[in-house]
C-alpha cells in the first residue's frame, strides 16, 4: 500500500474525514520524515568544523562527554 492509499475502513470504523486526509498529508510532507538523520547531524558537524578549523573544532568537541563522542562516531560511521 502506498502512503496515498487510503486505508480500508471496517464497520466499526468511521472513513476519514477530510481534515484527517490534509493532517495526514502534512505529516508526509513534515521534514522530520523527509530528511537522514545522520546525513543532518553529519553536515551540522561539518559546518561547525569548516566555522571553528580544525584546532577549535577539535578544542571543542573535547568538552563533549567521551560517551556521546563514541556514540556519534558509531552513528556515522560509513557516512
Not at 523527509?34 to 547531524?41: A, E, N, P, R
Not at 558537524?45 to 556514540?71: C, H, N, R, W
Amino acid at each position: 500500500m502506498s502512503h496515498l492509499e487510503e486505508p480500508k475502513v471496517t464497520e466499526d470504523e468511521e472513513p476519514p474525514t477530510e481534515q484527517d486526509k490534509r493532517k495526514k498529508m502534512l505529516a508526509l510532507k513534515d521534514p522530520v520524515h523527509m530528511v537522514s538523520l545522520q546525513q543532518f547531524i553529519y553536515e551540522k558537524l561539518k559546518a561547525q568544523q569548516e566555522m571553528l578549523g580544525e584546532p577549535g573544532f577539535q578544542s571543542l568537541m573535547e568538552t563533549v562527554d567521551t560517551e556521546i563522542v563514541t556514540q556519534l562516531q558509531e552513528f556515522l560511521q560509513g557516512f
